[in-house]
């Protein structure tokens, strides 16, 4: 029995190798002709798009392995039951759970290692990509950091702001802190506030305290509960600039923010929703995976060519994964349902479907 699980590995693992080269190359020279176009009027470096869409590579093999592990089910098992393999080991008393369990156990593994890659490996080069093309290739000064579960901006040459939440769907920034430097880099004046909101074309502090450091050594303190302040940048304009993105965080520094948010009364099913959903999307492989063994399994003896059904299969599903699932991640965002719900609604559904033709499989 081990020599059929080798020979029914390998076959996998060759075709799933062939059609990760295949969508790959596909992906990469549409976005390089796209990079290429946009950045090379700018007089950018060849290197430098190279290097970013080098940086990109952890992230595309994330996005794209799901699609390959179909596609490669799908032909495999396919090119099987062309052959009649798939019935001679059937006649040698080899049941069909037993045949196929080998197209499991492989995209279960690379589950595994897809979510293994996504703690740590795939958001640190997405973030270092999102450094080199918004600094290099687009020329844009880096304006803000996210380090300690917080946001820091400079707003002006001695003037730093930090944030906890940004929501500017609402125009408002949540947990805000401001410090005021002297030209010599010493403190003069910190603001904490609950909020910093723009109304009627102009930014408010809500419920906060004034601290000014004299030069006596004295703190003045001053209680507010709604205060005027100057700060030249749109709602619009901060989106770029303040926005955190969860793919480039690891799911632990997520986790921390999200708790943190949660434990000073913040809303966090925006950020929530993506980390339930970071989780679900490694084994989007395996549920590939049983569905592309669920269609080839109910077309068993029907003598077709497989390949070209395969790749609208691919398609078709694949296309339609990514619609649910970037769809039930949305409501998940606005709390319209349980944000661990909207992570992992596409699994759910899809892993539903392959059940469901599965129960209708002869053996």
Do not use: C
């Amino acid at each position: 029995m081990w020599l059929l699980d080798r020979y029914l590995i390998s076959k996998y693992i060759r075709m799933l190798g062939i059609t990760m080269i295949a969508l790959l190359s596909i992906y990469l020279t549409i976005d390089f002709v796209e990079q290429v176009r946009k950045y090379l009027k700018a007089d950018t470096q060849l290197i430098d798009i190279i290097t970013y869409l080098g940086l990109k590579f952890p992230g595309i093999i994330y996005q794209l392995t799901p699609l390959a592990v179909l596609l490669a089910t799908l032909i495999t098992l396919g090119g099987l039951s062309y052959d009649n393999e798939i019935t001679a080991m059937r006649a040698s008393g080899i049941n069909l759970w037993r045949i196929t369990a080998s197209f499991l156990l492989l995209p279960f593994t690379l589950s595994l290692l897809l979510l293994t890659a996504d703690r740590s490996l795939i958001p640190t080069t997405n973030e270092q990509a999102h450094h080199v093309r918004t600094t290099i290739l687009e020329h844009h000064p880096k304006q803000s950091l996210f380090t300690q579960n917080r946001i820091w901006l400079r707003i002006s040459a001695n003037t730093f702001m930090n944030v906890q939440l940004v929501d500017l769907s609402q125009s408002t920034l949540f947990g805000v802190s401001l410090y005021q430097l002297n030209q010599n880099f010493v403190l003069q004046e910190m603001i904490d506030a609950q909020e910093l909101r723009y109304d009627d074309e102009q930014w408010h502090l809500i419920s906060g305290i004034k601290r000014r450091f004299l030069d006596d050594r004295k703190i003045e303190t001053i209680l507010f509960s709604q205060e005027q302040y100057d700060l030249q940048d749109k709602p619009f304009e901060l989106q770029k600039r303040l926005t955190v993105k969860p793919s480039n965080l690891t799911l632990p520094e997520l986790a921390s923010y999200i708790g943190r948010l949660e434990k000073n009364g913040y809303p966090a099913s925006k950020y929530a929703a993506d980390y339930y959903g970071r989780y679900a999307f490694p084994f989007a492989s395996l549920v590939m995976a049983i569905l592309g063994i669920s269609i080839t399994l109910l077309e068993l003896g029907t003598r077709r060519k497989h390949f070209a059904r395969s790749i609208g299969y691919t398609l078709f599903i694949g296309f339609h994964y990514w619609i649910i699932h970037s769809f039930a991640i949305g409501i998940g965002r606005g709390n319209v349902m349980p944000p661990i719900l909207s992570g992992w609604t596409a699994n759910i559904i899809f892993l539903a479907v392959g059940v469901f033709l599965i129960s209708r499989i002869r053996q």
